[in-house]
Every structure is written in C-alpha cells, then in structure tokens.
C-alpha cells in the first residue's frame, strides 16, 4: 500500500513542471516553423499543380490538336457562313472559330490546375 | 473561429487540438506555450542536456501537429506529446549509438540515503531533479518513462529494445533509491528547526 501511494506520489512529482522562463520563446520558435513549413508546402502544390497544368496543356497543343481544331474551323466557318445568312455574326464567335480559341483553352486548362491546386493546398 | 491568441487561450486543450487539426497554427502554439516546459522537463529528467531536450522537444511538437488527428481526447494532449517526445529521444539515442552505453552504465549512489528531507510537495519537486541524478542512467531513463511519460512497463521495455524483466528490475532499482530519498522522515523538520533555534 505505502508503495502503491509511493508510485502515485512520484507520478504527481512527474506531472508538476514550473512553467520555463523562455516557454513563449518556444512556442513562438514551433509556431515560426509549422508557418515556414506551411508556406513551402503550399508553394510545392502550387508548383507542382502549375507544371502539372503546363505538361498537360502541351500534351493537349501537341497531339495535333492544331490539324483537327484547322478542320473543325474549316466547318465552323462553313457554318457560321451558313449562320449568317440567318443571324449576324458577332467578334466572339469568329474569335473562339479561330486560333485564338485554342489558347483560351489552354489557358482556361492552366487556370483550372491552379484553381485545383489551391483547393488542394486548403484540403491539406 | 478564435481570430487571436488571446481567444485561444480560453479554450480547452481538445477544443485546441481540433482547430489545431483544421489546420490553424496558432491554436497548436497555444497547447505548445501551455505544455511544452512540461515536455521539455520530462526530457531532461529523462537524461538529456537542456540544449537536447529542447531540440527533442520541437521535433516531437512538429510531429504531434503532423499527426494531431490521431489524438482522440482519450488521455491528456500533455501525456500524448510527452510519450511521442520520450519515443524520439530513445530512437535519437539508437540512432547516436549512446542507449547501449546507457543501459550498460552503472550508477553513482546504490540506493543510500543521503538528503531525506521532510517537507512539502515544491521541495520534493527540487529534490525529485536531484534524486534522479543520483539514478544509474537506464534507471532514469526507465523510471521517467514510466512515471513521467505514463509509458508501461511493456511499452518501454519495446521502446527501449530491452526485455521486460530488464525493464521492470530498473524500474524496481530506481523506485527504491527514489524512496529512500524521497520519503519524508518523521522529525527530521522539527529537529532541524531545533537546531536552527
């Protein structure tokens, strides 16, 4: 029994730590860490979503996207000839018919990994 | 959600941990500023110089927020950093090959009584620090893991790589010269105030 209350004693002795002179100091020099840690992961995800989104917009310019987005415009012309014999064409659908369209894409493709990636950096 | 550190320090250490867990640093450097000298004296009181156990200290911090999901409120967040800071300073000592050394090493006093003092709590918390010096160092190590990190016999003698009976036999060695050092003696107040007067 004089043991049992031995061993509670020594446990409450354990448990009774004075508070240190510099404990804000420490506090301080983990919260600077975890802040320092936090930013290089963000800005890691933020790299790695915008080469990512980089790599997959090329992909996407490079697998003759052009040939096919040329015969697509060959019959969006064909069709917005025919469309305007029915309505007038406006700037915006003669600037999507043509190259400037693929761009849009692609950088709409970029801004949707950044957007992705940002969501991912707030999940984390 | 608390904007500042003065709101944080209101609430409750799981209510803390939770925000800690959503990811807002601030509330895990409350916890931090409330338990983090408790921390750092167990690992002293473990064996590690004061510059080592700070060091430990913050590597265990950093790894609590990493893993602040897995505390479920069950014990206490102290106790939970406490047995995730003991875990690190064993496996610093493995890594620096200085734990054989220290479960090999002999201690200085075997289990004399010099210094019983009566007395209150506070004293004993000085004469705890100076006990455990007087403790063969696997002793201490041993002792402090499993009465200042709330470890079992079992759960150190696993982290320690040691096997039980080693394990038990240090702590058994350690309590007995913590007791003889320890215990208040009956009278040893009163005949020092007799002696003052």
């Known amino acids: 029994m004089a043991e049992l209350d031995f061993e509670r004693r020594l446990e409450r002795l354990f448990s009774q730590s004075p508070e240190m002179p510099d404990a804000a100091a420490f506090a301080e020099r983990i919260e600077r860490k975890l802040d320092r840690g936090w930013n290089l992961r963000r800005w890691m995800i933020g790299a790695a979503g915008l080469s990512g989104g980089v790599v997959g917009a090329s992909q996407l310019v490079m697998s003759n996207l052009f040939q096919r987005v040329e015969s697509a415009e060959e019959s ?16 915006m659908v003669s600037a999507l018919s043509g190259g400037y369209g693929v761009w849009i894409a692609v950088g709409l493709a970029v801004l949707t990994m950044g957007v992705f990636a940002a969501r991912l950096v707030e999940e984390f | 959600m608390p904007g500042t550190s003065t709101s944080f320090a209101s609430l409750h250490d799981v209510e803390l941990c939770s925000y800690a867990a959503a990811g807002e640093r601030r509330a895990f450097g409350e916890l931090v500023r409330r338990h983090g000298s408790a921390v750092r004296q167990l690992l002293r ?34 106790g939970w950093v406490k047995r995730i800071a003991a875990r690190q300073y064993l496996r610093r000592l493995q890594r620096e090959k200085r734990l054989a050394a220290i ?26 620090e100076e006990a455990l010096k007087s403790l063969a160092p696997a002793e201490r190590l041993c002792v402090s893991m499993c009465y200042g990190a709330g470890l079992s016999h079992g759960e150190a003698a696993e982290a320690l790589n040691l096997p039980l009976g080693t394990v038990k036999s240090h702590v058994k060695r350690g309590l007995d010269k913590l007791r003889a050092r320890l215990t208040p003696v009956p009278g040893v107040e009163l005949e020092g105030r007799r002696s003052n007067g």
Do not use: N, Y
């Open chain 1, 76 to 91: 969006a012309r064909v069709l917005s000839q025919g469309l305007a014999r029915v309505t007038p064409t406006t700037d």
């Open chain 2, 103 to 128: 479960a090999a090493e002999e201690g200085g006093e075997d289990g004399e009584t010099p210094g019983r003092l009566g007395g209150t709590d506070a004293d004993h918390r000085m004469d705890l």
């Open chain 2, 45 to 78: 009181r473990m064996g590690a110089q004061a510059a080592e156990a700070d060091d430990v200290a913050q590597d265990a911090f950093l790894a609590a927020f990493e893993r602040i999901a897995e505390f479920r409120g069950e014990g206490t967040f102290a």
